[in-house]
């Protein structure tokens, strides 16, 4: 199996990629001009942001960036493109030939290059609409080799992606398109915007498990482009796929050529790399650290404060406890006491995460208690009563009389068990 992957990232910036309207507008058809509606006689001016953005994504990657940068015209006739052509990138894109590293291999990268989103098209049963908010929003494309061949890399892949582009300020939030190339055999198949990883694990999975019929019954696979469906769970073919010539790309004349040697790449946050130096350092699970810092750049910013002066583990325990409890952000001095608290044995839970934002006094011995021991104790107790991991499944009070036995053992506070038994019972048993 091998799948490429085309990435098309939306950049933070206030306004479009080519004109001054406002790059996110909500209400439709209010922020635009001549220049992303396509009037005659509009001319294209280059965001200078996004073009620095587009530079600090390709040399994150591991990207050669070129002296200079230049932009085509792929011409194509569609409603969303009122010009009848989307400016973008080809030879000489941003970035190219870079990678990226995931646990023990390497995805090479062909390609980074910056454009514009044509229009949303909304259709509804009887009439189609536009809006041109989207026409002209700046765009990272970041092309791969077909170097990735499973699911658990192709996960791996967009998460660590996903990580790079959000410490570099990209909103992640939104959607991030993927068009998928899945090719078994020579024939290339091309499944077009899929959106959210789920999809798109989704979306190889059927695209693979497809191909595999067709070449064991012997069936020709065809070069198509094909459209995920979420409700149908399946990939359905919607044309057959343009070549290069039929685009008919030809050098932007409007727009000039940019020179990049004087951008200087903000450094790039790789959190699996941290994630391991930690783990290795501090002896704490590397894959815990990581899903703590993947996404959120105040918990590592609190994690490399403390790194060191505080036990890892406590300092991770602190964190989990707030993000489980608290809606409201991490404040370095409240985590403090807190990873204190935790060093001295004593439990994070609901009340005393809000005691601690509030500010009041903590009786640390009411609390303390060996979550180590107390989840050992309930792991030995369902090791030993399988029947209730049965009667779990359709009975959830089934487990209430685990809390009873460690009860037995250990003097704390009910509450507490019944948080750990929760924790292993999803964490380890997968109920
Ligand atoms: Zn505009």
Known sequence: MKIGLEVHVGLPTKTKLFCRCKAYATEPNTAICPICTGLP??????????????????????????????????????????????????????????????????????????????????????????????????????????????????????????????????????????????????????????????????????????????????????????????????????????????????FEPDLTVYNLENIKPKEPIYTSIIAKDYSKKYGVSELQLLEIILFDKNSLKIIQTFAGKYEMKAILNALLSFKRYSKSEIKEKIIEKAIQLVQKGSYLDAEVVSALEKGEEININSNIVNTDEIDSEIRSIIKKNKQLLEDYKTNKKAMNSVIGMVLKKFKANPRVISERLEYVLSNEFKV
């Open 41 to 250: 006689g509009a001319k294209p001016m280059l965001n200078k942001k996004a073009l620095e953005i587009s530079v600090d994504i390709s040399n994150a990657l591991n990207c050669i960036i070129e002296k200079e940068t230049s932009f085509v015209r792929k011409v194509y006739f569609y409603p969303d493109l009122p010009k009848s052509f989307q400016i973008t990138q080809k030879d000489m894109s941003v970035g190219h030939s870079g990678n990226l590293k995931i646990n023990n291999k390497t995805v090479r990268i062909r390609r980074i290059q910056l454009e514009e989103d044509p229009a949303k098209i909304l259709r509804e049963d009887n009439y189609t609409l536009i809006d041109y908010n989207r026409s002209g929003q700046p765009l990272v494309e970041i092309v791969t080799e077909p170097d990735i061949n499973s699911e658990e890399e192709l996960k791996l892949f967009m998460n660590e992606l996903k990580s790079i582009l959000y410490y570099l300020g990209a909103d992640i939030d939104q959607d991030i398109k993927v068009d998928l190339n899945i090719s078994l055999s020579d024939s290339r198949v091309e499944i077009k915007n899929v959106t959210g990883l789920k999809n798109l694990i989704d979306a190889a999975k059927y695209e693979v498990q497809r191909q595999e019929k067709l070449i064991q019954t012997k069936q020709q696979i065809l070069q198509e482009t094909r459209s995920y469906s979420e409700a149908k769970l399946s990939t359905i073919s919607s044309r057959e796929k343009e070549s290069d010539e039929e685009y008919g790309f030809i």
